[in-house]
T-cell receptor
Framework: NAGVTQTPKFQVLKTGQSMTLQCAQDMNHNSMYWYRQDPGMGLRLIYYSASEGTTDKGEVPNGYNVSRLNKREFSLRLESAAPSQTSVYFC?????????????FGPGTRLTVL | TQLLEQSPQFLSIQEGENLTVYCNSSSVFSSLQWYRQEPGEGPVLLVTVVTGGEVKKLKRLTFQFGDARKDSSLHITAAQPGDTGLYLCAGAGKGNYQLIWGAGTKLIIKP
C-alpha cells in the first residue's frame, strides 16, 4: 500500500498563476483533509471532506477550492496564486473523520509563489 | 477560539538525557494526539489520549493528559538521535471532526 500520495512534491508559481495539487489514498478512508504548514504556526486546516461527495471549509479556506473526485482522490486548487500562499501543503486521510482517528499524511508539496 | 501552545519551541540536548515537552491550552479538549514529523515528511501519529489523567507509554516515551483535559506532556527518557524531529500536539476541535494543532517543539538529539 502506498498510503497517501501527493503530486507534485515541489512547485514554483508566479503571482496570479493557477495550479491543482493532487492527493490520493489507497486505504479506503472516508475522510480527507488539506492542511498548510507555515513556520511557527503548526498545521492549519484549509478544507476537509468527511465523506465522498461532501466538502467543508476549515480554518483558512480563502483563495482555495477543493474537489472530492471520488473516495480515493481529493484535489486542492489555487485559482490565482499569491505570495501569501507560499507554504508546505499536506493532504491527510482518516477512516471515519472522528477526532480520535489516526490521520495519515502524505509527504507534502512545497509551494513557492513569487 | 481554541489554541494549543507548545513549549519549548526548540530543544537541543545530548544523547542519553531526559526531557519533557508541553502542550497547554485554556480550553478543554475531548481528546489529544501527539505526532512526530521528520524533515521532508508528513506527521506520524504517536499516541491518542482521551481520559483526564491518562498516562500512556511507548517504549521510552511517556505521554500524560492533564486531569482537566486542558494540557498534556511528553517525556522522553534517555533520548536518542532517532528521537530528533518536530513534535506536534493536536486536540479535538469543533464538532469533533477538526483538530486544533500546536506549532510544535523542534527536538534535536546530539550524539
Amino acid at each position: 500500500n502506498a498510503g497517501v500520495t501527493q503530486t507534485p512534491k515541489f512547485q514554483v508559481l508566479k503571482t496570479g498563476q493557477s495550479m491543482t495539487l493532487q492527493c490520493a489514498q489507497d486505504m479506503n478512508h472516508n475522510s480527507m483533509y488539506w492542511y498548510r504548514q507555515d513556520p511557527g504556526m503548526g498545521l492549519r486546516l484549509i478544507y476537509y471532506s468527511a465523506s465522498e461527495g461532501t466538502t467543508d471549509k476549515g480554518e483558512v479556506p480563502n483563495g482555495y477550492n477543493v474537489s472530492r473526485l471520488n473516495k480515493r482522490e481529493f484535489s486542492l486548487r489555487l485559482e490565482s496564486a499569491a505570495p501569501s500562499q507560499t507554504s508546505v501543503y499536506f493532504c491527510a486521510s482518516s477512516p471515519t473523520g472522528f477526532s480520535t482517528d489516526t490521520q495519515y499524511f502524505g509527504p507534502g508539496t512545497r509551494l513557492t509563489v513569487l | 477560539t481554541q489554541l494549543l501552545e507548545q513549549s519549548p519551541q526548540f530543544l537541543s540536548i545530548q544523547e542519553g538525557e531526559n526531557l519533557t515537552v508541553y502542550c497547554n491550552s485554556s480550553s478543554v479538549f475531548s481528546s489529544l494526539q501527539w505526532y512526530r514529523q521528520e524533515p521532508g515528511e508528513g506527521p506520524v501519529l504517536l499516541v491518542t489520549v482521551v481520559t483526564g489523567g491518562e498516562v500512556k507509554k511507548l517504549k521510552r516515551l511517556t505521554f500524560q493528559f492533564g486531569d482537566a483535559r486542558k494540557d498534556s506532556s511528553l517525556h522522553i527518557t534517555a533520548a536518542q538521535p532517532g528521537d530528533t524531529g518536530l513534535y506536534l500536539c493536536a486536540g479535538a476541535g469543533k464538532g469533533n471532526y477538526q483538530l486544533i494543532w500546536g506549532a510544535g517543539t523542534k527536538l534535536i538529539i546530539k550524539p
